[in-house]
């Protein structure tokens, strides 16, 4: 019954279905954790960490009447390390845990019906953290009874980064606008007809400016 539930939330999440709307980005199960998984840092920067329990109060994903569970937990350990409680990982006093509320529609169903979902919030933010050590980091938010949202970080060692050891300088011919967006398309990824990346020359500042005349 569970798994049911949170397969249909999944499904209901999931991007796939255009006329669905997001409950929050980077946020498809109730629990959310930010940075998301899969986010990558660069040893000793310096970043938050804000962890959320979401009670939707109807619609698909509704959750005890949209009471959030405040009984949560956030955990963090280095690959293979054990998990320990967030504050006491990064030397912190646990910082207090506040609430918000929103609303937004589920589909394009529920906008024509005027039937928005109330959201209710509980969270808590951890502020200029710092992980000096490489490699990757497990994050576990633990809510409503045993659920667990889990993100994956890496953090890399700016000394690591490879020096450069040969520039090669292009003389471009063949560059006209309809050449460059050829080639944007052709070697970037794109979602919704957005490049995902940028070429190198794209990325220099005021080549604008140029892209209409060459
Ligand atoms: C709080 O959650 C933990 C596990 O996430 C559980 O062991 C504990 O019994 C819960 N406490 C209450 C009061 O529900
Ligand atoms: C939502 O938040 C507002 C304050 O921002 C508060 O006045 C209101 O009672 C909250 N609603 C619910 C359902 O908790
Ligand atoms: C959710 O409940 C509110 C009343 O609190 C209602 O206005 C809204 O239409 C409901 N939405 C859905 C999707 O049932």
Redesign the pocket.
Known sequence: MVYAALLLGALVAAPAFGQTFRRTAACPQLGCVFPPDQTDFIAGQTFDLRIEVQAPANGSEAYNNGQVDE???IKIGGQGAELVDAAQFFGLSDPEAEKYNFTYYEDLFAEDAHAPTPVNVIAKSYRNLQLHTPGTYEVVL??N??ETTKATWTVADLAEKKKAKNVIFFVGDGMAGSMLSAARLLGHKTINGKYQSKLKLDEAPGYGSQMTHS
């Open positions: 009984n949560f937990s633990t809510y009874n045993g």
